[in-house]
């Protein structure tokens, strides 16, 4: 079995800054991508950021580029989202999301988080 744990929500000032940190673990033999998304209420789910094993590719929403970064440490199975420059509309549930192989069974799957609350707001 497989989970993803997200950490480091909270609330936080505009302008302020906010590191989450998702950690998978289980039975993972390989991980291909993670990413975090962003549920706002009354919103659909949206990308905020990817990052790919293969090239260490990122992918950025473009309300975020140069605010946001995100970084993986492939011997913790974790992703980290660093959020500078916080602004209001950057409030929203943040999700973690990511492609995974099962060492049990060698099948691929898509997991979720769930998820942890980012408000900003002064």
């Known amino acids: 079995q497989v989970q993803l744990v997200e950490s480091g929500g909270g609330l936080v000032q505009p302008g302020g800054s906010l590191r989450l940190s998702c950690e998978a673990s289980g039975s993972i033999k390989s991980i291909t991508a993670m990413g975090w998304y962003r549920q706002a209420p009354g919103k659909q789910r949206e990308l905020v950021a990817t990052y790919t094993t293969a090239g260490s590719n990122t992918n950025y929403q473009d309300s975020v580029k140069g605010r946001f970064t995100i970084s993986r440490d492939v011997a913790k199975n974790t992703v980290y989202l660093q959020m500078n420059t916080l602004k209001p509309e950057d409030t929203a549930v943040y999700y973690c999301?990511?492609?995974?192989?099962?060492?049990?069974?060698?099948?691929?799957?898509?997991?979720w988080g769930q998820g942890t609350q980012v408000t900003v707001s002064s």
């Open positions: 999301n990511a492609d995974i192989q099962d060492i049990r069974t060698s099948a691929w799957s898509n997991y």
